[in-house]
T-cell receptor, first 114, second 113 residues
Framework: NAGVTQTPKFRVLKTGQSMTLLCAQDMNHEYMYWYRQDPGMGLRLIHYSVGEGTTAKGEVPDGYNVSRLKKQNFLLGLESAAPSQTSVYFC?????????????FGDGTRLSIL | DAKTTQPPSMDCAEGRAANLPCNHSTISGNEYVYWYRQIHSQGPQYIIHGLKNNETNEMASLIITEDRKSSTLILPHATLRDTAVYYCIVRDDRGSTLGRLYFGRGTQLTVWP
């Protein structure tokens, strides 16, 4: 029972490089979310998706793009990485039509931009 | 914006009950109160949620005041493994937020032997 799986777990990039973070869930959830967490802070929403083929901006979307080509996967892309994007990134998923049900989180991707 | 207020830190002796308070004075009628915790370096873990009645599960109990402006998470017999940051979240249902969670800074609970 994997739940929400994030890859990679760690990555170091140089400024200006690009990369994609992958989130996969096996619970058939409609909703998926990408958050970032900086030291001493709570999580902040970057982008989210309410279903396959749809995405929307969260609180801090600048510098990121996302895609939801398959229901089970939600990709977060950094086109030109900047040191300010050094953070821990968490993916979460949740059930459609059940707004009072909890979100399930992955264990995070730790990203450092040099 | 986070809609809750929590103390930044608390501690508790192992085996005793840990009572974590949360203020959410602007909560609206259809908003649920959620509690998550985050153990160092891991993803947030769901604990419990409620609307207006008290709730209990295998992890914790949630006590919500009658006016719903505050709540308390109770870990009945805290263990060292309960040391974590605990987040109280009021889920915002306005517009198209669709289950988005607004995290504040939470309460760092330290359980000591």
């Amino acid at each position: 029972n994997a739940g929400v799986t994030q890859t990679p777990k760690f990555r170091v990039l140089k400024t200006g490089q690009s990369m994609t973070l992958l989130c996969a869930q096996d619970m058939n959830h409609e909703y998926m979310y990408w958050y970032r967490q900086d030291p001493g802070m709570g999580l902040r929403l970057i982008h989210y998706s309410v279903g396959e083929g749809t995405t929307a901006k969260g609180e801090v979307p600048d510098g990121y793009n996302v895609s939801r080509l398959k229901k089970q996967n939600f990709l977060l892309g950094l086109e030109s990485a900047a040191p300010s994007q050094t953070s821990v990134y968490f993916c979460a998923s949740g059930d459609r039509g059940l707004p009072n049900q909890p979100q399930h989180f992955g264990d995070g991707t730790r990203l450092s931009i040099l | 914006d986070a809609k809750t207020t929590q103390p930044p830190s608390m501690d508790c002796a192992e085996g005793r009950a840990a009572n974590l308070p949360c203020n959410h004075s602007t909560i609206s009628g259809n908003e649920y109160v959620y509690w998550y915790r985050q153990i160092h370096s891991q993803g947030p873990q769901y604990i419990i949620h409620g609307l207006k009645n008290n709730e209990t599960n295998e992890m914790a109990s949630l006590i919500i005041t009658e006016d719903r402006k505050s709540s308390t998470l109770i870990l009945p017999h805290a263990t060292l493994r309960d040391t974590a940051v605990y987040y109280c979240i009021v889920r915002d249902d306005r517009g198209s937020t669709l289950g988005r969670l607004y995290f504040g800074r939470g309460t760092q609970l330290t359980v000591w032997p």
